[in-house]
C-alpha cells in the first residue's frame, strides 16, 4: 500500500494533473443530478478533483474529506473553509446531509469486503432519501489497455478486487442504494511507459508485489526489456456508478 503522506506532494503531477482532474469531474457531473445543492466528495485528496466540482454549478456547495493529513491540507488550500479530515467509515454528519456522495478512487484502496461495506453504509447514511452516490469501480481494469506492459503484467499474483463492480452494486442494495447510471471517463495522462511501469513496482504500486520481492525484482526485468521504454502506452479508462438511495432509507444490516 502506498504511503499517501509521502504522496501527496507528487500525486497530482504524477497523476495526470488538471487534464485529469477535468475528465474526472466531467463524468462525476454527468451522474450528480442538476438539482444537488450539498455534496460531499469522501477521499478528496489534494482537492483537484473537488475544485472542480465546486465551481461546475451555481449553488452546488461542496465538501471534501480525505483521511490523510497532508492531503486535507492540500485540498483545503484550494477550497478554504470547505475541506475536514474524516474517516469515511465513520463520517462526521447527520443522516441525510447531502443530496449527493462522491468516491473516486476510494474503494480499491480499502482492505477488502467489510470496509467497503463499512464505507457504502456511511454513504447511503448521510444521503437525504433520493439522493445519489457516484463511485468508481473496477479501478485495476481500468489500467489494463492491452499493450504490451499489459502483457508482461497480466502474470503476476492478484489480490481480489474491493471496488469490483458486482460487489459494490451488492454492497449498496443492502443499504437501500439502488443503480442510477453509469459512464466512463479517461485518466489523462496516465498512460504507463514501461519505465514508469517499474518505477511504480519499486514504490509499491502493485499490492501483490511488494518491493523487494524477488518476484517484483523478476517483474521488473521483464518490463525494462520492453521496447520504447519513456514512450507511454495508451491512458486507462475508469467506470463511475451510480445509485440513488430509497425514499424508505438504507436498512441496517
Not at 489497455?145 to 497480466?154: E, H, K, N, R, Y
Not at 459512464?183 to 519505465?195: A, D, E, H, L, M
Amino acid at each position: 500500500m502506498l504511503d499517501y503522506s509521502r504522496e501527496a506532494e507528487r500525486y497530482d503531477a504524477s497523476r495526470g494533473g488538471e487534464p485529469r482532474a477535468a475528465a474526472a469531474a466531467e463524468g462525476v457531473l454527468h451522474l450528480v443530478p442538476g438539482d444537488a445543492r450539498r455534496l460531499l466528495d469522501l477521499a478528496c485528496g489534494t482537492g483537484i478533483v473537488t475544485r472542480r466540482l465546486a465551481a461546475a454549478r451555481d449553488g452546488l456547495r461542496v465538501t471534501g474529506a480525505d483521511l490523510t493529513d497532508a492531503m486535507v491540507r492540500r485540498a483545503a488550500a484550494r477550497l478554504p473553509g470547505a475541506v475536514l479530515r474524516a474517516d469515511a467509515r465513520r463520517l462526521p454528519f447527520a443522516d441525510g446531509t447531502f443530496d449527493a456522495v462522491t468516491s473516486v478512487w476510494l474503494l480499491h484502496l480499502l482492505p477488502g469486503p467489510a470496509a467497503v461495506r463499512a464505507v457504502v453504509a456511511e454513504c447511503a447514511r448521510v444521503l437525504r432519501p433520493g439522493g445519489v452516490w457516484v463511485t468508481t469501480v473496477d479501478k485495476a481494469a481500468g489500467h489494463n489497455v492491452g499493450s504490451d506492459i499489459d502483457a508482461v503484467l497480466a502474470a503476476r499474483p492478484r489480490t481480489p478486487a474491493a471496488d469490483e463492480s458486482a460487489a459494490v452494486e451488492a454492497h449498496a442494495a443492502a443499504y437501500g442504494l439502488l443503480p442510477a447510471g453509469r459512464t466512463r471517463f479517461p485518466g489523462r495522462g496516465q498512460g504507463r511507459s514501461p519505465r514508469r511501469a517499474i518505477a511504480d513496482l519499486r514504490r509499491g504500486w502493485f499490492v501483490a508485489l511488494p518491493p523487494g520481492d524477488p518476484l517484483a525484482d523478476a517483474f521488473a526485468e521483464r518490463l525494462a526489456a520492453l521496447p520504447d521504454q519513456d514512450r507511454p502506452r495508451p491512458d486507462p479508462w475508469f467506470t463511475l456508478r451510480a445509485f440513488r438511495r430509497a425514499d424508505a432509507g438504507p436498512s441496517r444490516q
